[in-house]
């Protein structure tokens, strides 16, 4: 039986919603960006008026006014948008009980066998969300997820567009390289360079030139170019293990000195620490990335000794990296993250290098601020270290800093995100 494999995505995700609650912005156009005065200021989503004007997510607020001077700029709501996110898939539920989310706005619905019609379905669905939530979607239906993506994207807004076995070529092969799922900036950019501008020439290129060229990537670009992709919609259930966690802030100062720094990742620390704890999962690898006001990356890493979910060690991992790699001051924005996770059941070998007793003390003391801060909130017990500094210190990486998916800077200084979405979106 052939498959049907729906792509739906949330048009203007964020700025949509945010208008339902601002009738009075109906003629404006409305994005919806980080406080400036915190320096988090870039565009995060926008409407279709911004984006006729050339406004692009991920872009500076001072950059997006200048093609757009009449915008109205909005504050994110990350829990009104999760809760529409969830209203929808309650909508989604009544057509299938296989659904894959990708990020609060898209979702892949595998309706074979539920409906004999895929873009009727497709259609009513469409329908529902917008009478239902005052929101509009944009669905693709095709026999593979690729596909399914693409044709979500390829009509915009509120639209349902089929690609079959009958129209893939004339659809999909025209497109950019760039718009096929997992190829990104760098991936690209590179099959630009050998000729390979569209999907088409993609699915007509020498599969070994590509495998030789892009190894394994090159064998599924191909296979995807082909509609060759035989990826299951996995339930929500069946989603993969988690595979790293990480808090990552742009200061409220640039961080001028060692100490700065030092602060800073206090905080970022706590929270990795404390969501390693509640998945009962330790990290191998310990990795620092850093931002310069020029907004230049760099990204350090270590494989520890014995995996940790100690806030502490990983504060202190994470310093030595900042200090060996001799990352320039100030910095602008900093990240930390843990890796190569497994279960803190995991039985674990102990040496004569470490001070087994002083671990114990630190699981207990970590132990006992996560009770604290289950109770009474994360931010009714904090290190002294962050009372050092008001602007520093006052980090909630917790709570205030949201965690996107790794794709959410794609084409921003983060390329070929695991997740493969090619760049931040709503």
Request: charged fraction near 30%; charge should be neutral.
């Amino acid at each position: 039986m052939e498959r049907t494999i729906l792509h739906s995505d949330i048009n203007c995700c964020y700025a949509n919603i945010e208008r339902l609650y601002h009738p009075e912005l109906a003629d404006r156009a409305v994005a919806v960006a980080g406080s400036e005065e915190e320096r988090h200021g870039i565009i995060l989503a926008k409407d279709e008026t911004c984006k006729r004007r050339g406004v692009k997510t991920g872009m500076a607020i001072w950059q997006a006014r200048r093609l757009c001077p009449d915008m109205v700029i909005l504050p994110p709501r990350m829990e009104l948008y999760a809760d529409f996110s969830r209203k929808v898939r309650r909508i989604y539920s009544d057509y299938t009980d296989i659904c894959e989310s990708f990020g609060l706005d898209e979702s892949w619905l595998d309706l074979t066998g539920c409906v004999r019609d895929g873009a009727a379905a497709a259609e009513e669905i469409r329908g529902r969300i917008k009478s239902e939530l005052g929101v509009t979607v944009s669905i693709g239906v095709s026999w593979n997820k690729v596909f399914a993506k693409l044709g979500s994207d390829y009509k915009k807004p509120d639209a349902v567009t089929v690609i079959s076995r009958d129209t893939y070529r004339d659809i999909v092969w025209p497109l950019p390289a760039g718009e096929l799922l997992y190829v990104g900036r760098s991936t690209s950019s590179y099959l630009s360079s050998i000729g390979v501008c569209t999907i088409g020439a993609l699915a007509r290129s020498d599969p070994e030139l590509l495998r030789r060229r892009l190894g394994k990537a090159g064998d599924m670009l191909h296979s995807f170019a082909n509609g060759g992709d035989c990826s299951p919609v996995r339930r929500e259930s069946a989603m993969p293990p988690v595979k790293s966690i990480g808090n990552g802030t742009t200061s409220p100062r640039d961080m001028e000195t060692p100490r700065d720094v030092w602060v800073t990742l206090s905080a970022l620390s706590e929270s990795v620490g404390m969501r390693l704890r509640e998945q009962r999962l330790m990290g191998r690898v310990v990795e620092l990335s850093v931002r310069t006001p020029q907004l230049e990356w760099s990204t350090h890493q270590i494989k520890l000794h014995q995996p940790t979910d100690i806030t502490r060690e990983i504060l202190e991992t994470a310093f030595e990296l900042f200090l060996s790699a001799g990352s320039p001051l100030p910095l602008r924005s900093i990240a930390v993250r843990c890796s190569q996770l497994v279960s803190c059941d995991m039985p674990q070998q102990l040496d004569i290098f470490s001070d087994a007793a002083e671990r114990d003390r630190r699981r207990r003391l970590d132990a006992a601020m996560d009770a604290i801060r289950h109770k009474y909130g994360y931010a009714s017990v904090k290190r002294g270290t962050l009372e050092e500094d008001p602007a520093l210190g006052s980090i909630n990486a917790r709570e205030e800093h949201t965690v996107h998916p790794a794709a959410f800077l794609n084409g921003y200084g983060m390329d070929e995100a695991a997740n493969g979405k090619k760049r931040l979106r709503s």
